[in-house]
Antibody
Framework: QLQLQESGPGLVKPSETLSLNCSVS??????????WGWIRQTPGKGLEWIGT???????FYNPSLRSRVTISVDTSKNQFSLKLTSVTAADTAVYYC?????????????WGQGALVSVSS | DVQMTQSPSSLSASVGDRVIITCRAS??????LNWYQQKPGKAPQVLVY???NLQGGVPPRFSGSGSGTDFTLTITSLQPEDFATYYC?????????FGQGTKVEI
């Protein structure tokens, strides 16, 4: 059974870099079958797609965040990561890692439990 | 970006009621529309993908329809476990975008 688990600091200072990892069990990130990505949720803006990575090398980012976001995969650890630079209070959110299934209208089929990240000094 | 507008934003209903939630896209998105259910403190879960395909394990009281710009999620007989917030998501264009949510309350 597929499981995703986010990990990383729950508090980040303004202007610093937010870093989260997503550990995956039950599927290989080296597979070409799925897409993997990050989505965040805030009370104000709701659910916001951050970006997606496919087969370690193809990445797709939300244009609104593209200049600050990097998503990468470490197949040796079977985990993928999110880095968001120059954070502000507006980046305070619950961050989810998830698996997207291309054959199912690119729906997000499996989600981690979510990681609350607060940006504050 | 494609704007997804859900209505209503919230509704009150009773067990056994038929509930209809609508989602309108600001551009035509074919049938690239997915519906999710989210309960407090939990991640969203996909209910319907491709506008009308029920995800495995989802009760048949849920159904989705629509194409182009107008979509609906119908719950034919609301059950206690269905009280939650529902979101639509378009996957036709980048960036993929979500509706603002519809909260179904008792």
């Amino acid at each position: 059974q597929l499981q995703l688990q986010e990990s990383g600091p729950g508090l980040v200072k303004p202007s610093e870099t937010l870093s989260l990892n997503c550990s995956v069990s039950g599927a290989s990130l080296g597979s070409t079958t799925y897409y993997w990505g990050w989505i965040r949720q805030t009370p104000g803006k709701g659910l916001e797609w951050i970006g997606t990575i496919y087969y370690r090398v193809a990445t797709f980012y939300n244009p609104s965040l593209r200049s600050r976001v990097t998503i990468s995969v470490d197949t040796s650890k079977n985990q993928f990561s999110l880095k968001l630079t120059s954070v502000t209070a507006a980046d305070t959110a619950v961050y989810y890692c998830a698996r997207q299934v291309p054959g199912f209208a690119n729906s997000w089929h499996d989600w981690g439990q979510g990681a609350l990240v607060s940006v504050s000094s | 970006d494609v704007q997804m507008t859900q209505s209503p934003s919230s509704l009150s209903a009773s067990v056994g009621d038929r509930v209809i939630i609508t989602c309108r896209a600001s551009q035509r998105i074919s049938n690239s529309l997915n519906w999710y259910q989210q309960k407090p403190g939990k991640a969203p879960q996909v209910l319907v993908y491709g506008a009308s395909n029920l995800q495995g394990g989802v009760p048949p009281r849920f159904s989705g329809s629509g194409s182009g710009t107008d979509f609906t999620l119908t719950i034919t007989s609301l059950q206690p476990e269905d009280f939650a917030t529902y979101y639509c998501q378009q996957s036709h264009y980048t960036p993929q975008t979500f509706g603002q949510g519809t909260k179904v309350e008792i």
